[in-house]
């Protein structure tokens, strides 16, 4: 397993990062990360994002499952989830294995 290198890949497997803890606040999922304690949000696109990451699907798996499950433009739908993504990781929320 490696760290984050700032280099989100198609083919590499996010998996959440032990120590990271996800909770419910005032109707809300939230995680907090274990690197700096920041806290992040789940609404919108970030929770079926959040769910996908299970340390088996790739990047590309994962696009693809959001793709099938939303009726939104895929370029749209790989941008946010790059981007979501990418944010997990800054954070030490999640790293990354080579599929």
């Known amino acids: ?3 984050y290198d700032g280099a989100v890949t198609d083919n590499r497997v996010p998996v ?5 803890v996800e ?6 999922r939230i995680l907090l990360s274990p690197k700096d304690f920041a ?7 970030g929770a ?8 088996a699907r790739s990047i590309d798996e994962i696009l693809a499952e959001l793709e099938q499950s939303f009726d939104a433009d895929a370029a749209i739908i ?3 989830t790059l981007d979501f993504v990418d944010a997990l990781a800054a954070s030490g929320l ?6």
């Open 1 to 3: 397993m490696s760290g």
């Open 16 to 20: 959440r990062t032990v120590g990271a």
């Open 23 to 28: 909770a419910e606040v005032d109707g809300e």
């Open 39 to 45: 806290y992040f949000g789940l609404t919108g696109a």
């Open 48 to 55: 079926p994002v959040w769910d996908l990451v299970d340390g």
């Open 78 to 80: 790989r941008a946010e």
């Open 94 to 99: 999640i790293a990354f294995t080579s599929s």
